[in-house]
Structure formats: structure tokens, C-alpha cells
């Protein structure tokens, strides 16, 4: 499975953003990560879903990001709302067979990663 993200861009705080992570192949069998990373930070996971589709979410965004799967399309989707800027990072889709684990290094396949930008 190869990851490709997009959607990155500057938006003032309290807007919204998706980006989108397409994949070269069938993921059902992965758990799909969103991970964002602050120079000089270790990366943070956001969110993630695993094979079953359950979703699990980052306490900083909780109830503003929701993790999403177009199954036909092989895409993984990050809605982020009222966004913040500290929310500003690279972000980065990542895969990994079997259960989803929190921390990156659980983590082999990365995209190249998409920079979201929040300031007014």
C-alpha cells in the first residue's frame, strides 16, 4: 500500500479543512492513522480506524476531526473543524496491518504529508 495525501492549506481559525489520503490498493485489512508532527515535536496521532471501521481520536481533537473511509475509492478523509492554530502541523496519513496502536513507530507505511497552516 502506497499513501498519498492532500487537501493541506492555510485557513483562518474557526474554518475547516479535509484532506484526503488515497491509496494505491485495498485497506481493509489496516488500521488507517492520521498523524500530525510540529518541528522539533514527536509526531501525534489524531485519529484512526481500523479494519472494522472503529474510530479512535486524539484528545486535543475530539469532537472537531472524524476520520472517514470511501471504501470504493480506497480514500481515508480527515474533516477537521474549528480548527485552531494549534492545529498548524505537517499531517501525515500512515497505515499498518493488524489493530491500530497510538504511538508512530507501530507505523511502516507514511505518506509524504500535507501542511495545514491555521492563522489569521
Known amino acids: 500500500v502506497q499513501l498519498v495525501e492532500s487537501g493541506g492549506d492555510s485557513v483562518q481559525p474557526g474554518g475547516s479543512l479535509t484532506l484526503s489520503c488515497a491509496t494505491n490498493?485495498?485497506?481493509?485489512?489496516?488500521?488507517m492513522a492520521w498523524f500530525r508532527q510540529v518541528p522539533g515535536q514527536a509526531r501525534e496521532q489524531v485519529a484512526s480506524?481500523?479494519?472494522?471501521?472503529?474510530?479512535a481520536y486524539g484528545d486535543s481533537v475530539k469532537g472537531r476531526f472524524t476520520i472517514t473511509k470511501d471504501n470504493t475509492n480506497n480514500i481515508v478523509y480527515l474533516q477537521m473543524t474549528s480548527l485552531d492554530p494549534e492545529d498548524t502541523a505537517m499531517y501525515y496519513c500512515a497505515a499498518r496491518s493488524g489493530s491500530c496502536y497510538l504511538a508512530a513507530s507501530w507505523y511502516v507505511i507514511w505518506g509524504q504529508g500535507t501542511q495545514v497552516t491555521v492563522s489569521s
Open positions: 490498493g485495498y485497506y481493509g485489512v489496516y488500521c
Open positions: 480506524s481500523d479494519a472494522s471501521g472503529r474510530s
